[in-house]
């Protein structure tokens, strides 16, 4: 699964790992190391241990291990690694990765699907805070829901769902109903970017 954070890669392994019925054993990056022998090691013993469970394996950020090889010995030989030993993984893996046009030729091979995802356009960012609004129980008319999907012009769905919630603890602590002027004031502290209109010229 490739693509820019926060447009459901991860979501993707635990919604399929659902609709199977199979437990998702998740994986970090980070957990197995970039030391050659200690991440062959670490990364022969949890996919030993997802086949074992019969889990979907999902390795999230995969992106030092999949990365394209080039004059780095030392990165080359982490992915080099890493291929070989998935060569005897007999289950189902899910990586995932930012760097969509970074990946190794033999990993692709190796793959039975890869998944691009883009950022979500207003028509998809419109039906992810629906969602978001009604898991958080945040009741809004149809104008304020246009407004935050024009308000927040570049939110993932993972902006979405991280603002609806404070949002929400906001109108309750606050015991006041969502409005625009909520959102703006939580999105500050989500780190969020909002659509500023542009300034008309002063005129002289």
């Not at 699907?113 to 149809?142: C, G, H, K, N, T």
């Not at 999907?149 to 603890?169: C, E, N, W």
């Amino acid at each position: 699964c490739a693509g820019p954070a926060g447009v459901g890669k991860t979501l993707t392994a635990e919604v399929y790992s659902e609709i199977i019925q199979r437990p998702l054993y998740r994986v970090h990056s980070g957990q197995l190391g970039l030391n050659v022998a200690a991440m062959e090691t670490a990364l022969k013993d949890v996919l030993t241990r997802a086949q074992r469970w019969g889990a979907v394996m999902l390795i999230d950020e995969a992106d030092v291990y999949i990365k394209r090889r080039d004059d780095n010995i030392a990165m080359n030989a982490v992915v080099g690694v890493f291929l070989r030993v998935l060569e005897y993984f007999n289950g189902l893996l899910f990586l995932t990765t930012n760097r969509v046009d970074d990946i190794d030729e033999a990993i692709v091979s190796r793959c039975i699907a890869m998944i691009r995802y883009e950022p979500p356009d207003s028509e998809a960012r419109r039906r992810i805070w629906q969602v978001m609004l009604e898991q958080f129980a945040l009741a809004i008319d149809d104008a304020l829901l246009d407004e935050l999907v024009a308000l927040f012009p570049s939110a993932s769905g993972r902006d979405i769902k991280g603002l609806a919630k404070l949002a929400a603890k906001f109108c309750s602590h606050k015991q006041v109903q969502p409005s625009a002027e909520v959102f703006r004031r939580c999105s500050i502290f989500r780190g969020m970017a909002l659509d500023r209109p542009a300034q008309q010229p002063c005129s002289v």
